[in-house]
């Protein structure tokens, strides 16, 4: 019983002592939570920021073969039937597929962290866009 007594006035001495305490910003460690880990791994293969293509109608055992990160138009060659496009990009960039080369004739928007199965045979090019 009188262990307890000890104990107890010891853990009472310490509250008691650090309610005196005071703490400064420039001791404390500093950490960077500006990227989540989630926001730095790769998502079937492919790596944040980029927009990643998949021959067939599925992930390609999280292996793409084709990676595109820059915003401007990028021709396409040797490309048919289907395709997965994943859309990787950050910031709410999105990517689009032309029937015309160099970015010309293009239809609608992937947003970003979408993915769609698409018939590639008559697209010419691919656009990446902020």
């Given at each position: 019983?009188?262990?307890?007594?000890?104990?107890?006035?010891?853990?009472?001495?310490?509250?008691v002592?650090?309610?005196g305490?005071?703490?400064?910003?420039?001791a404390?460690p500093?950490?960077?939570n500006?990227?989540?880990?989630a926001?730095?791994?790769a998502t079937?293969?492919?790596?944040?920021?980029w927009?990643?293509?998949?021959?067939?109608?599925?992930?390609?055992?999280?292996k793409?073969?084709h990676?595109?990160?820059?915003y401007?138009a990028?021709?396409l060659?040797?490309?048919?039937?289907t395709?997965?496009?994943f859309n990787?990009?950050?910031?709410?960039?999105?990517?689009?597929?032309?029937?015309?080369?160099n970015?010309?004739?293009?239809?609608?928007?992937?947003?970003a962290?979408?993915?769609?199965?698409?018939y590639?045979?008559?697209?010419n090019?691919i656009?990446l866009?902020?």
């Open positions: 019983m009188a262990l307890r007594k000890v104990v107890a006035l010891a853990l009472t001495s310490l509250v002592a650090g309610a305490l005071t703490t400064s910003a420039s404390a500093t950490v960077d500006s990227q989540s880990d926001a730095v791994v079937h293969g492919c790596d944040p920021g927009v990643c293509l998949y021959p067939g109608a599925g992930w390609n055992g999280d793409p073969l990676f595109y990160y820059e401007k990028y021709n060659t040797d490309m048919y039937d395709w997965r496009i990787n990009q950050t910031g709410g960039a999105t990517m689009s597929t032309c029937k015309g080369y970015g010309t004739r293009c239809e609608g928007k992937l947003q962290g979408d993915w769609i199965d698409k590639m045979t008559p697209i090019s656009t866009q902020p």
